[in-house]
T-cell receptor, first 111, second 116 residues
Framework: GQNIDQPTEMTATEGAIVQINCTYQ??????LFWYQQHAGEAPTFLSY????GLEEKGRFSSFLSRSKGYSYLLLKELQMKDSASYLC????????????FGRGTSLIVHP | GAVVSQHPSWVICKSGTSVKIECRSL??????MFWYRQFPKQSLMLMAT?????????EQGVEKDKFLINHASLTLSTLTVTSAHPEDSSFYIC????????????FGQGTRLTVV
């Protein structure tokens, strides 16, 4: 099975930088996703990491360390619209590409 | 990215009735579709995985006779909640994938089901 852990809630100030951590234990590893989900809406894809290192995409970056079972999502130049839930999801090896989701981190950005 | 359309966005139904939710991939062929349920402030819980033309695979604890899934074509999957009860009230989300080997699955807009 898979176990995914991320903080429940974080707050940050507009214009600042925030890092959302995700740790996981899985029998086999096939990739890690980050999704953004606004209240009452479906998740939208942010990033996918399968190799160690940092993937940068505009204001958002995602980091993966497979040996540590650890990832983080870095959000720069925070905007009010970044207030949302951020979901970490892991896919296991063994032929299944179905992601297992963490509980999500609710990020509140205030002025 | 690819577009997945889910309908309806919200529905209110009486206890004991059935509700059908549709999930369509608009610009790609979805070999595999996933159905999730999400309770407030909870994670997405996978209910079932369906492959076109075959029976759905349900996760442990999900009643297949209550949550009927049909994936008759490469662009359409439906979830029917039969004899709905208030405890079935939830946010239901589908996602579609082109199949094994494709890393990304695309989500529909979700359906807010309220059973009264």
């Amino acid at each position: 099975g898979q176990n995914i852990d991320q903080p429940t809630e974080m707050t940050a100030t507009e214009g600042a930088i925030v890092q959302i951590n995700c740790t996981y234990q899985t029998s086999g590893f096939n990739g890690l996703f980050w999704y953004q989900q606004h209240a009452g809406e479906a998740p939208t894809f942010l990033s996918y990491n399968v190799l160690d290192g940092l993937e940068e995409k505009g204001r958002f970056s995602s980091f993966l360390s497979r040996s540590k079972g650890y990832s983080y999502l870095l959000l720069k130049e925070l905007q009010m619209k970044d207030s949302a839930s951020y979901l970490c999801a892991v896919t296991a090896s063994g032929g299944s590409y179905i992601p297992t989701f963490g509980r999500g981190t609710s990020l509140i950005v205030h002025p | 990215g690819a577009v997945v359309s889910q309908h309806p966005s919200w529905v209110i139904c009486k206890s004991g009735t059935s509700v059908k939710i549709e999930c369509r991939s608009l610009d790609f062929q979805a070999t595999t579709m996933f159905w999730y349920r999400q309770f407030p402030k909870q994670s997405l819980m996978l209910m079932a995985t369906s492959n076109e033309g075959s029976k759905a695979t349900y996760e442990q604890g999900v009643e297949k006779d209550k949550f009927l899934i049909n994936h008759a074509s490469l662009t359409l999957s439906t979830l029917t909640v039969t004899s709905a009860h208030p405890e079935d009230s939830s946010f239901y989300i589908c996602s579609a994938s082109q199949g094994a080997g494709y890393t990304e699955a695309f989500f529909g807009q979700g359906t807010r089901l309220t059973v009264v």
